[in-house]
């Protein structure tokens, strides 16, 4: 369970929160799989509270890196 806020590059916040899984593989290597969700009232972004994605994530040095997809989204 995770929350965290980002910053866009044109300083709007983003609540993002998740839940998910993960694990290492026999070489070691660390795998993620979450189910991220995102919150802001600001107006450029407020497509994003209406979207389910999911996000696929793996350990780059000290540093976790997720590509993440919508799924879900209002239409």
């Given at each position: 369970d995770a929350?965290?806020?980002l910053?866009t590059?044109?300083?709007a916040?983003?609540?993002?929160?998740?839940?998910?899984?993960?694990?290492y593989?026999?070489?070691?290597?660390?795998?993620?799989h979450v189910?991220?969700?995102?919150e802001?009232?600001d107006?450029?972004?407020e497509w994003?509270?209406?979207?389910q994605?999911?996000?696929?994530g793996?350990l780059?040095g000290?540093?976790?890196?997720y590509?993440?997809?919508i799924?879900?989204?209002?239409s």
């Amino acid at each position: 369970d995770a929350r965290l806020t980002l910053l866009t590059d044109d300083g709007a916040p983003i609540l993002m929160s998740y839940m998910g899984v993960g694990g290492y593989e026999d070489n070691g290597d660390a795998w993620m799989h979450v189910s991220p969700i995102f919150e802001t009232g600001d107006e450029r972004y407020e497509w994003l509270n209406g979207v389910q994605c999911i996000g696929f994530g793996r350990l780059d040095g000290d540093t976790v890196v997720y590509d993440v997809e919508i799924v879900l989204g209002r239409s």
